[in-house]
């Protein structure tokens, strides 16, 4: 079985300049969420989608930061425009619906700013 | 303070020896809690859920205590392949939203 997809595995872009991240998850799992981890810390939450629905986007930077799971599969992170502190590692995962359940992570996008 | 805390180490041991990470968390709400394991540029993998009454896995052991509000893991036998960060994650019951910890970095030596 496939893993949880992510496109690209690194991007590169000058500041000002705008970026989109796309995950694919496992088949079957309802539950997508969208990460970013910088160095020597933990992953962080952005968002979360239940289906199509985005259930918790408290820490997302509404500012600049987008994402959308239009048919409750795929999902796209957007940045508009991107700061030199948006330079992380963005992961990607999936799991099915449950409060025990595990997540499983995609390889992630790895951004720089210039 | 950060919700979920650990000590980033590195704990540096040889092969063979027992290690034990601690991770505290601040939200008594927390309900589930798991160890995952991060290799060098690599993502997260789950290495084991962390029941109310502790649970084994091979070399690997989970407690949780729920007082003092903190899990640890215990590393037994140590392998060189063991060289990884491992991350403690705690989840709310209520709005199920995951919070890592930064991390503790072990490194085994031959």
């Known amino acids: 079985e496939a893993g949880v997809v992510q496109s690209p595995r690194y991007k590169i872009i000058e500041k000002k300049q705008p970026v989109a991240f796309w995950c694919n998850p496992i088949?079957?799992?309802?539950?997508l969420y969208w990460y970013l981890q910088n160095l020597g810390q933990g992953p962080e939450l952005l968002i979360r989608?239940?289906?199509?629905?985005?259930?918790?986007d408290s820490q997302l930077p509404k500012d600049r930061f987008s994402a959308e799971r239009l048919k409750g599969v795929d999902s796209t992170l957007k940045i508009q425009p991107a700061e030199l502190g948006d330079s992380a590692v963005y992961l990607c995962a999936s799991s099915t619906q449950g409060l025990n359940n595990e997540q499983f992570f995609g390889p992630g996008t790895r951004l720089t700013v210039l | 303070r950060k919700e979920v805390e650990q000590d980033p180490g590195p704990f540096n041991v040889p092969e063979g020896a027992t290690v034990a990470f601690n991770c505290t968390y601040s939200?008594?709400?927390?309900?589930?809690f798991f160890w995952y394991r991060q290799d060098c540029r690599k993502e997260p993998k789950l290495l084991m859920s962390v029941y109310s009454s502790g649970n084994e896995d091979g070399r690997f052991t989970a407690q949780l205590n729920r007082a003092s509000q903190y899990i640890s893991l215990l590393i037994r036998d140590s392998k060189l392949s063991d060289s990884a960060t491992y991350l403690c994650?705690?989840?709310?019951?209520?709005?199920?939203?995951?919070?890592f910890g930064r991390g503790t970095s072990l490194i085994v030596h031959p």
């Open positions: 989608y239940e289906n199509e629905e985005a259930v918790d």
């Open positions: 994650v705690a989840q709310s019951g209520g709005s199920y939203i995951p919070t």
């Open positions: 088949s079957g799992h309802n539950t």
């Open positions: 939200n008594s709400a927390s309900q589930s």
